[in-house]
């Protein structure tokens, strides 16, 4: 979502002619709307409600959203807007008042997480929580240095958008980072090597290692949920160098690739973790999970107050996400279906040289294409067909797949009949 070159954007002066209600939107958006903003597909999808895994445009047609981890135990799920609505219409305030509800969730939060990870800080958005996990990280150690992958995406407030190279050529990388260049098919130990040498070069420049942070599926890099336990040799020599461990969960956490995060997949506990987009389940709330030596030492000498961050709307959202998750066993449904589209997928990519390798961690699926354009090519099929998929990736050749997490069996085939629709045009006489 956020490459500024991706494979399926919307252009203007290469779009083809849309439908007249569309024409119109476009031209008032235009109007008002910072040049910042992206559109998706060849020609764009105007939304006016949605449930579960399905959104529906102006004419009442419905299309099958296997894009959007923001809701993600589904669009317009009464648990949350029920709880929302109760909420909202009692009290909504901030941290600075008891509330209890905001104990309530996050003691159920942290049950989901290792014992030492026993405090949470609130925010609006993941951007605001990499934020603040870096700051802390940098309090704790007293260094500055910070190793990422070399196509992160971590945010956009200035200190994660110096951390995020997807954001395009024309975004500054701080000084004080060192990237980690990730290739499918990488072991371990070739893992483990990269961060030293990045720990080194960071060394070298005299800003020593803060923290590695990762996106804990890469999904920027192309989604990489291999190698399992790179993660841990990474924080094995981030450590040895002084450094924290920062888990970036914003897209893989919360059940999405079949565990609850991210990060336990690999067997590594990080020293800090960061939450966001489907935690509210679409509603601005995001997290911190720390040690409790880290916020401790942070808390005593650095403000940080956030006056949405923690609002009780928001948590009563959180808390609607979070009981169905554990209550629908959401992250072995995942873990089900994703096998099944990983399965599929397989299958299809052995018949066509359009689709390559295939990787997938739950309902996280990444599909290599030959390049950028067959990328382009198929997400824009499959939105003809009323499919919603993306593409990611440095080269923005890979297919990104990732429904809500009561994504199901029927969906799944029409996804399928849509994808095999779509390489059959596509297929060269």
């Known amino acids: 979502m956020a490459q500024m070159h991706m494979a399926n954007a919307f252009d203007p002066e290469s779009a083809p002619e849309v439908p007249a209600r569309t024409a119109e939107l476009l031209t008032r958006r235009e109007a008002v709307l910072s040049a910042s903003y992206r559109l998706f597909y060849r020609e764009p999808v105007e939304v006016v409600r949605a449930e579960g895994a399905w959104l529906y445009d102006s004419a009442g047609r419905p299309h099958l959203d296997m894009y959007n981890n923001v809701p993600a135990i589904g669009h317009s ?55 603040l996990a870096v700051r802390m990280a940098r309090f704790a150690t007293g260094r500055e240095g910070i190793i990422i992958s070399a196509h992160a995406y971590h945010g956009t407030t200035a200190l994660a958008a110096s951390l995020s190279p997807s954001l395009g050529v024309n975004n500054s990388v701080a000084e004080a980072v060192a990237t980690v260049d990730m290739r499918p098919g990488m072991d371990v130990e070739t893992l483990a090597a990269k961060v030293r040498s990045a720990a080194v070069d960071l060394e070298a420049r005299g800003h020593g290692v803060a923290a590695v942070i990762f996106d804990s599926i890469f999904s920027s890099d192309g989604v990489l949920p291999d190698p399992v336990g790179g993660l841990a040799a990474a924080a094995d020599v981030a450590r040895a160098f002084g450094g924290c461990v920062i888990a970036d969960e914003v897209q893989p956490g919360f059940g999405r690739t079949g565990t609850m995060w991210g990060f336990s997949r690999h067997g590594v506990e990080p020293d800090l973790v960061v939450l966001g987009k489907p935690m509210g389940n679409g509603m601005p709330i995001s997290a911190v999970v720390s040690r409790r030596e880290i916020s401790d030492a942070f808390g005593a000498s650095v403000r940080y107050f956030n006056t949405f961050g923690g ?65 382009a090519a198929i997400v824009n099929g499959l939105r003809e067909r009323r499919v919603l998929i993306s593409a990611s990736g440095p080269g923005a050749d890979v297919l990104k797949i990732r429904p809500p997490l009561v994504f199901d069996e029927a969906e799944a085939e029409v996804f399928f009949a849509a994808l095999d629709d779509t390489l059959e045009d596509l297929e060269p006489s």
């Open 77 to 131: 799920h009464p648990a949350v807007t029920e709880a929302v609505t109760r909420q909202l219409g009692r009290l909504n305030t901030h941290t600075r008042y008891l509330t209890e509800g905001i104990l309530d969730y996050s003691e159920a939060l942290l049950e989901t997480f290792p014992a030492a990870l026993d405090q949470v800080t609130y925010a609006c958005s993941g951007s605001e929580a990499v934020d």
């Open 311 to 375: 609002s009780p709307v928001c948590i009563a959202a959180a808390q609607g996400v979070l009981d169905v998750i554990t209550a629908s066993l959401l992250p072995r449904h995942a873990e089900q279906l994703g096998q099944v589209l990983a399965d599929g997928l397989a299958v299809r990519a052995g018949h066509t040289a359009l689709l390559q390798d295939v990787r997938a961690a739950g309902l996280f699926v990444g599909v290599d294409t030959p390049g950028a354009d067959t990328a």
